[in-house]
Every structure is written in C-alpha cells, then in structure tokens.
C-alpha cells in the first residue's frame, strides 16, 4: 500500500478486525472496550452490510497489488448466498461480483432479469437503485449488451414512480404509507448514484441532466457545518429531522454523488466536500471529533438524547416541520450525544470511495482538509 494513504490502511486493519474468519460476515455493529474492539454479530443486516464491505475491498484490489479479501469472497457466497433473498441486496452483490468479474455474477444476473413490474415496485428507493447499479455494473465489465433491455425498463419504473417531477427528489418507495413522502439521505444518495452510472453507461442525456440539477438542489441542503441531515420532505425540499447525523454520510457516502458533481464542474461541489469530511474534524454541532486515533475507529453518528421510539418521533418531527413549512433546527449541544459505535459498511464505503479518489489528501492523512 502506498505510504501517503494512511487513511486506508487504517480502515483496511478496522475492518479486518470486524471480520468473523469462520462464518466469513463482517460485523453488525463494532464498539472499543479497553482498547479492544467488541463485534456484534447478532443483525440480519450483517448479509447487506457483508456485501457492501466486499464491494468496497473488492475495488480497493482494481487498484492494489495486494489483494485482500478474496478467498472469503468466495466463501461468503457459498455460506449465505441462500440468505439473501431481498432483490436490492442482490444488485449491490452483482455489483460486487462485477467489478471482480466473478463466474457467481452471472447466475445472480439471471435471477434479477425480466421482473415483473409489481415485484420492482414493492423495493423501496434504495432496493430499486441498488437493482439498477448492478445490472449497470455487469453491462460495464462484462460487455453483455443482454441486460440493456431490462435495464431500460426498470429505471423506467425507477423514473415514472419513484421521482417527483416538480422537486427532483425522489420518493421512498412507490406504494403509499407514513414515509412514502419524507425520504433519506441514503435513500437520495443511491438514487444519485444510479443516475450518474445508469446515464454514463448509455450516454443518457435524461438521466445526467436530473442528476446535475438534483445535486445542485441537495447541495443547498448541506448544515452550515457540513452536516447532511437525515430525513428530507420531498414535497417542498427540507430538512425535516437532522437527526442521527451519520459519519458515513460525511465522510464517504456523500461522496458517491460529489465525486461525480466535481467531474461534472457543478458548482459547490468541491467546497461541498470539504465541509463534509471536517465535520468529522469537530467543525459540527458538538465541536467533537468523530475520529478516535487509538485504537482507530469513527464513531457512527452524532444523535438526540432520551430518544424513546425513534422512528416514530422522526415521522411526527418530520410531519410537524413539513405542516409549518419550516427546516429542522440543529440542536444545542446540551440536547445531543455522540453514538460511539461503528458499522461495517461504513468503512467499506470509506474504503471504496478513496481507494481511487486522491484529492484532498489531507483527509488520506487523517487530517482536516484546509479551508
């Protein structure tokens, strides 16, 4: 590994610590004690967040002569591929299985071709965009011009459902209940991405102008200390529930569509992504920094205190913010606290995201990025 990425190595060692050799699953959650990192094993999530860790190494091995990881790949999918039934978890593992070239991805392909288009419209926004990603990725490094078809006809479900037309967001999911309108910074982000890779792989005018001017909408969106928050009103385009603040987000997931809006020369862009990554530096509401040296590890979010049942105070906040017209507040200090756990798919997506990407390399240092 170069010597001026250290950045990656340290994420590379975290994430080989969340690492059950025996089962072959990166963690659910991971946490410090005494110095000595504690994996929680015990989600269903860990098969999502398993693939998104592979993918993130696999791509860190495109461009390293060492590769990491490789064999387990191989034994994760003859472990748990009869796991994973739900149909974005398998576009993001034939993403993973395409930029490997792997012989598994064709199998996969074949399970995600000719969908009815009921089955498409119970995933929800992430599910969808993830689906599209993937048969993105096998046309990319396969060169199997088979799945043009389908792929056309599902991001014209994707388009025709799932975006509204007046404000460019997008919706959470098709089908109509409490959060059909208040949609997720994840959720815009792989809708995002899926735009930018569906329109570069087909030379799609449509697909690159709605993703220029969606970013440009989601840039006014950022906190003034960089924050990304969580919950978005798509009907009037706000910020309607800060919170969890997720350091995902600011250091690597927002980063799958500024990346792009930097190439692309959209304005913002660039300054975007420092306000982003030094919040993780303490330019955020607690003036804290996110990043624990020894032993290395981020910490997951900056969240509200005494939360009883959080995703239904984040409906009636969202609701209530969106009925007066009217942004969430980020809070005083005194009112948050930091969320000292880790998630495996954090650092996969750290470790995908700047595996290729090379400026700023302050932040390659685990440095703040100078204004």
Not at 33 to 40: A, E, G, L, R, T
Request: net charge positive; with cysteine.
């Amino acid at each position: 590994m170069s010597n001026n990425n250290l950045l990656l190595e340290k994420c590379l060692n975290l994430i080989q610590n969340m690492f059950d050799e025996k089962r072959c699953i990166f963690s659910y959650s991971t946490s410090i004690k005494d110095n000595s990192y504690i994996n929680d094993f015990n989600n269903p999530l860990i098969y999502r967040y398993s693939i998104n860790s592979f993918l993130g190494i696999l791509k860190y091995n495109k461009h390293s002569n060492v590769k990491y990881f490789e064999n387990e790949f191989d034994k994760f999918i003859n472990l748990h591929y009869k796991s994973i039934s739900n149909l974005g978890d398998k576009g993001l593992l034939l993403y993973a299985l395409s930029i490997s070239k792997h012989d598994f991805a064709k199998k996969i392909l074949n399970e995600l071709l000719k969908l009815p288009k009921k089955n498409l419209l119970n995933l929800n926004l992430q599910e969808i965009s993830w689906l599209i990603l993937g048969l993105v990725k096998y046309l990319e490094y396969f060169k199997n011009e088979n799945v043009i078809e389908d792929l056309l006809r599902y991001f014209s479900i994707l388009n025709t459902n799932y975006l509204n037309r007046d404000t460019l967001l997008p919706y959470h999911e098709h089908k109509f209940n409490l959060r059909k309108n208040f949609v997720s910074f994840g959720g815009i982000v792989y809708f995002l991405k899926s735009l930018y890779e569906y329109s570069n792989i087909l030379d799609d005018p449509y697909s690159r102008i709605i993703f220029k001017e969606l970013v440009e909408k989601v840039i006014k969106l950022q906190g003034y200390d960089g924050s990304w928050g969580w919950f978005y009103y798509i009907n009037n385009p706000k910020v309607v529930d800060y919170f969890q603040i997720y350091s995902v987000h600011q250091d690597s997931m927002a980063l799958l569509f500024l990346i792009p809006a930097e190439k692309l020369n959209i304005e913002y862009s660039k300054d975007a992504i420092k306000k982003s990554v030094n919040w993780l530096f303490g330019d955020n509401i607690l003036n804290q920094n996110m990043i624990n040296e020894q032993p290395f590890f981020i910490f997951r979010s900056i969240r509200r205190k005494k939360i009883l049942n959080e995703k239904i105070e984040r409906i009636l906040r969202a609701y209530k913010n969106s009925i007066l017209n009217k942004n969430d507040n980020l809070l005083k200090a005194k009112f948050l606290e930091i969320n000292k756990e880790c998630r495996s798919y954090h650092i996969g997506w750290i470790i995908y995201v700047w595996s290729d990407y090379h400026n700023f390399k302050e932040f390659l240092q685990i440095q703040k990025i100078k204004k």
